[in-house]
């Protein structure tokens, strides 16, 4: 509704339209004068000031107000008593504000006053005279510079002459500041210049790098080391004297071999009767030395002896032993070494026997044939076989024994403990031909882990005690540097405390460490590692060989950042020699970045082919259901009967029988494996004799071949009823209609059927639709070509029928397992799918011509395809100077018809060259004359001439791309005379390109040709229905002319509605008839155009598809009535609230005055907005138009 407001005063705003709506206002002025008043709001400073810089501060100063100044005043800063200036403001208006800029030069550190003070001379009359002034303390401090020392040289705890030694210098900033470019660190050694690294990247504030020197002392005696950061001043700093880092250091002489036994190690807890890890540290401090025994005693028996095969200076070896002590009590344990006969002793208590709360038997099936000493088998466990709530957390408390309880204890190795997901165990045991079982106790609070990778490989190492007998290389380039250290901050899978880094910093470089290892027996090579890259693309893997190169020979390589993973690699084609094994570390070509690669738990494990299964407990598999695969079985047809059997025990049951029985005769039998707490499935086809009553009888692992915990569940039955033989052959049959529209031919022709999942279930044919048959209404087999098969998508069937004007109906079969396709071409012109491979080429002429420089080919590609196995690639480039090359893979097809369809697959890939282009080419002969049509895509305006016409259809690298032309509508386009036949002569698919150096690639497959357009077929009907009766506008308006009506059809059948009408009436009079065709399970909207005559109610119907042309499953739903309400005009109706006026103005005051304009009615173009005081007008102002019930503020 529009409000008229009432006149209450002299100042009027109305609108000058001509619907006229006024709003007044009583507005009082006073004649009363009034002073300003000057505040200084604000001293805006940088957020960082230094001394010696120039600086800008700005004062703020406001007129608060409203009454302008005039009079000009001054406005003065000053640090603490140190006047920094004065300026002069002329004029400052009410309500105004004005930054004064100062510019000041701080002249050292220090915390300042800053104040700032307006109308110093009081040369303005002002309200309020004592707030004039602002202070602000700011603090000068220290430019911000960076200050480099060498805080710490860590080096080898005793240096040796003639050894390369690793000297590390830590660099750190102690300054404000972060360094900006690149500085040099120097090594130098008694005055001289040993060798310099550079650090590129940033050094922040209060953080520190670290830099590696590789020293070899010539001779023994005392060195001076000295380290220098910035030795050059290059880097500006708040001091330049700190830079260096001074070090007295001894080199001494190799004396010979000096082995000393440095450590016993045991476990927490020892208890008798488990198997206790025991490791013996052995370092040489004397030069490298061969082969040595350690032997181990407790109480003065033997325990065991190892045989250590070499040790290098300065290098630790960890031994282990597994001690088995036979009862509770103390023991001194004594180490032995017969090179140089150190020992060392270490007094142990040992804890009673422990009791295990839990026990588990661990199945070894070994079908190798071959005994295996020493094998390291591989348990995993997860929650669903396996309860971790009866172990300690980290899964310390778990044993293992050969044979049962009783048996002896075998070392084991965790890999892995996970409580969540999976865990990984290494058990080493001896495994006879015929398997084992072995026994898992589990369950015990006070006992130790007696997990230790050195009791269960011939080669482990942990990387606990340092990198060993491991040697380090790098081949570096430029500026590249690297460090190889154990860092105890990786982590690791077996959650042990240390790991061996290898970091590769700066620009290119590939470095690494590796061992030589004897390999007598067939080992896999089994590590964990971690890859990790600040930028760009990081190298890391394993190598063999004695040393290192780019292009060393690389067992295992990757280019990729990873978390901690486990890796294994086949030794095998070494066996009997011995190797350097080594893993590397590189970044990719002068690339400025960081590598780590982090190694863990490196070891050699037994290699045996196949690899024995072990199996946690037992299985239990039962048959649980018996399901056809349809749900009528017929005599006399193969019928699929599917078999489901589960294992619900906790190991993998492999290699037993699943058998089929009808009425106690065995049809069939299969051999299967299923996993653990896992279901398989078995398809077997049942052929009956007739019709009649069966029952089916499923029987698993009759042979007793699977160890289970039950075997009375290894039976099930199923009672089914066979219905009578089928009279096509087929389960399915679907109805598909042929209508003819318009010109399209009858008689002999061809139809096309299209199927998709929303309308056909593929799941009841053959995988590869080889059991798809188009049969007449007698059941004689049509002619058929599946053009394409895609059982998650669209598949296309072409087919032959013999159609009358009036229609035909054909039936789709299918639901036959043991059918075999007969598809066929032979209602095609050409076909060609590039399935025979080379075979395929050789139907086709392949013509290339080129200038110099040119190139080009052909091929089969097995790798992009569109629905089966093959595509043809067709390459083609210039390399030198100017030129051209083209290829065409060209046939000769000489077939005359009214009208042609061409249908193929088309992938355009790499496209370069002023005129490059990839086409399919087809040549005809229209009434003698030549003309030639290609389409594809071109990296050109083509332009088309007298006989060669161009149809630019698709973008480089869109992806596979569908063609389906008629050719002679397309002729008929390009205005040629199209009155009779005419004749396919060529085809080809070509790529072309032009001028160096470009080259052009593309992928043709499933080109097909067919005599004429085929007639749409559709399986099974359509079903139309009205859905929806809407406006594009929120509601309808009257008198509006662009308020369309807008119905919704939507099509819930099988097939495909066309060229149906729709009509609508309002009020029983017709408004308007559409003609539209819909897709199968999909909707189509409609907009009907209609002026409502005045606000009021009105009955819309709607009628769809009312001559019947389509045929539907259901002839019912093809109305709808509805009621329209139109309640509002599409006129305008302007309404203007009140005016926004203070409620005091002065004399000389400028006023904003606001209103706010609404339109209640429909849209309006622009309009004035006038301003009258007294009766006259002050000011006008336009709106742009205005929208229904939309508001604007003036």
């Avoid at 000031?49 to 005039?70: A, F, Q, W």
């Avoid at 001289?192 to 070899?216: H, M, P, Q, R």
């Avoid at 993973?565 to 084609?573: C, P, Q, R, T």
């Avoid at 065995?666 to 007739?690: C, H, K, M, Q």
């Amino acid at each position: 509704m529009n409000t008229k407001l009432k006149l209450s005063c002299a100042l009027i705003l109305s609108l000058c339209i001509s619907l006229m709506c006024i709003a007044g206002t009583a507005l009082v002025v006073s004649s009363e004068g009034a002073l300003p008043d000057i505040v200084v709001t604000g001293i805006a400073t940088p957020e960082s000031l230094y001394p010696d810089y120039l600086y800008t501060i700005g004062v703020t100063v406001k007129n608060i107000r409203e009454c302008n100044i005039t009079t000009p005043f001054n406005v003065s800063l000053k640090a603490d008593e140190t006047v920094i200036g004065n300026k002069t403001v002329n004029t400052l208006p009410a309500g105004e504000n004005l930054t004064v800029k100062f510019s000041w030069t701080p002249l050292s550190i220090g915390s300042y006053n800053l104040t700032a003070v307006a109308d110093t001379d009081n040369a303005v009359n002002e309200s309020d005279e004592t707030n004039n002034t602002c202070t602000k303390n700011i603090t000068i401090i220290k430019d911000p510079k960076p200050d480099l020392i060498v805080t710490e040289i860590r080096m080898p705890q005793r240096v040796y002459a003639n050894i390369r030694n690793t000297i590390t210098a830590t660099v750190g900033n102690i300054g404000n500041g972060n360094t900006s470019t690149p500085f040099k660190v120097r090594f130098v050694l008694n005055d001289t210049n040993l060798c310099e690294k550079t650090v590129t990247t940033v050094l922040a504030a209060a953080t520190n790098t670290s830099i590696s020197f590789d020293w070899t002392p010539v001779h023994a005696g005392n060195y001076t080391i000295n380290i220098t950061a910035d030795p050059d001043d290059e880097i500006t700093e708040l001091d330049e004297t700190n830079n260096t880092k001074s070090l007295n250091v001894a080199a001494f002489l190799i004396s010979e071999t000096e082995l000393v036994i440095t450590e016993v190690k045991t476990t927490d807890t020892i208890c008798a009767g488990e198997l206790n890890p025991v490791r013996v540290l052995v370092r040489n401090l004397g030069k490298d030395t061969g082969e040595f025994d350690v032997t181990l005693y407790a109480d003065g028996t033997p325990v065991g002896t190892k045989r250590v095969p070499s040790l290098a200076f300065n290098t630790v070896t960890v031994v282990g032993f597994g001690w088995i002590p036979g009862n509770a009590g103390d023991y001194a344990l004594n180490a032995t070494e017969s090179k140089t006969n150190d020992w060392l002793d270490a007094d142990v208590s040992v804890a009673p026997a422990p009791v295990w709360n839990h026990t588990a038997n661990i199945t070894i099936a070994h079908s190798g044939g071959t005994p295996l000493t020493g094998h390291q088998i591989l348990l995993t466990l997860d929650p669903s076989i396996f309860d971790y709530n009866r172990t300690r957390d980290d899964g310390r408390d778990i044993a293992f024994r050969d044979g049962d309880e009783s048996g002896d204890p075998l070392p084991y190795w965790t890999l892995e403990w996970n409580r969540t997901s999976e865990s990984r165990i290494r058990i080493r045991l001896d495994v006879p031909p015929e398997g084992k079982t072995i026994t898992m106790l589990y369950g015990n609070s006070s006992v130790s882990s007696g997990s230790d990778g050195y009791l269960v490989f011939d080669f482990y190492d942990d990387f606990e005690r340092g990198l060993g007998s491991w040697q380090r290389d790098a081949v570096l380039y430029g500026d590249g540097d690297y460090t190889i250290t154990i860092v105890d901050d990786a982590g690791s899978l077996d959650g042990s405390d240390h790991a061996a880094r290898i970091e590769i910093k700066r620009l290119t470089g590939i470095a690494g460490l590796y061992r030589n290892m004897t390999l007598p027996i067939p080992y896999y090579f089994d590590f964990g590692m971690m890859v990790e890259c600040d930028t760009g693309t990081p190298g890391a893997g394993v190598f063999v060989g004695d040393g290192l190169a780019y292009d060393v020979p690389k067992l295992y390589a990757t280019g990729e950042e990873s978390p901690w993973a486990s890796h294994s690699i086949d030794l095998s084609n070494w066996t009997g020699q011995t190797v350097g094994i080594g893993f590397y570390g590189m970044n990719s070509w002068w690339r400025d970045y960081h590598v780590n690669i982090s190694i863990d738990n490196a070891r050699l494990r037994n290699r045996a082919d196949p690899e024995p299964f072990v199996d946690y407990g037992y299985a239990d598999i039962s048959p649980i259901t018996i399901t056809p695969r349809f749900a009528n079985l017929y005599a006399n047809f193969t019928n699929q009967i599917y078999v489901t059997v589960a294992n619900d025990g906790t190991a993998d049951a492999r290699n037993f029988s699943v058998s089929l029985s009808v009425d106690g005769t065995e049809v069939d039998s299969y051999e299967l494996s299923v996993p653990y707490r896992s279901n398989g499935t078995v398809e077997f086809e049942w052929n009956p004799p007739a019709e009649g009553d069966y029952t089916l009888s499923v029987d698993v692992d009759t042979g007793g071949t699977v160890n289970e915990t039950c075997e009375t569940n290894n039976n099930l039955t199923l009672n089914v009823s066979v219905n009578p033989e089928l009279v096509w052959g087929c389960t399915f049959r679907d109805e598909v209609y042929l209508i003819p529209i318009g010109t399209e031919p009858v008689g002999d022709t061809t139809g096309l059927l299209t199927l998709d999942p929303s309308i056909f279930d593929y799941a009841k044919t053959n995988p590869d639709g080889s059991d798809i048959r188009i049969k007449d209404n007698n059941g004689a087999d049509l002619s058929y070509w599946i053009e394409r098969w895609n059982t998650s998508g669209e598949s296309v069937i072409l087919f032959g029928a013999n159609i009358s004007r009036a229609g035909k109906t054909v039936y789709l079969c299918y639901g036959n397992s043991s059918a075999q396709s007969k598809s066929n071409a032979s209602a095609t012109v050409l076909v060609e799918d590039w399935e025979d491979g080379d075979a395929s080429l050789a139907r086709w002429n392949f013509n290339w011509s080129h200038t110099s420089g040119g190139w080009g080919f052909r091929l089969i590609d097995d790798a992009i395809s569109v629905t089966k196995n093959h595509s043809l690639k067709i390459s083609a480039g210039i390399d030198l100077g100017t030129g051209y090359s083209q290829c065409d893979n060209q046939k000769e097809v000489k077939a005359s018809y009214s009208d042609f369809v061409f249908s193929g697959w088309f992938y355009p890939g790499r496209l370069s060259g002023e005129r490059a282009y990839a086409a399919y080419a087809i040549d005809l002969n229209v009434s003698g004359n030549p003309y030639h049509l290609l389409y594809g895509v071109f990296n050109y305006e083509p332009a088309d001439t007298s006989d060669t016409f161009y149809f630019p259809l698709f973008t480089a690298d869109s992806g596979w791309q569908h063609l389906y032309r008629g050719l002679r509508e397309d002729l008929v386009e390009k205005g040629i005379n199209m009155t009779c036949e005419f004749s396919v002569e060529n085809v080809s698919q070509r790529v072309h390109t032009a001028h160096y150096p470009h080259a052009v690639e593309a992928h043709f497959d499933d080109l097909v040709i067919l005599p004429h357009t085929p007639i749409l077929a559709d399986l099974g009907c359509a079903d139309l229905t009205p859905i929806n009766i809407t406006s594009t506008l929120d509601q309808f308006y009257a008198n509006c002319t662009t308020n369309p009506i807008i119905v919704t059809v939507k099509n819930n059948g099988t097939a495909d509605a066309r060229d149906f009408n729709v009509s609508l009436s309002i009020d029983g009079e017709p408004l308007g008839v559409k003609t539209c065709s819909i897709a199968h399970k999909e909707n189509r909207s409609l907009a009907f155009n209609w002026t409502p005559p005045h606000i009021g109610n009105f009955t819309v119907h709607v009628e769809v598809d009312g001559e019947d042309v389509v045929n539907e499953t259901d002839e019912s739903n093809n109305n709808q009535t509805d009621t329209l309400i139109v309640n509002r005009s599409w006129s305008p109706d302007l309404a203007i609230g009140d005016l926004g006026i203070p409620d005091y103005v002065r004399v000389n005051q400028t006023l904003a005055i606001e209103t706010v304009v609404a339109n209640l009615g429909g849209w309006i173009g622009a309009f004035n907005l006038s301003l009258y005081v007294d009766g006259a007008v002050v000011l006008n102002r336009t709106v742009n138009d205005l929208g229904p019930e939309e508001n604007v503020t003036v």
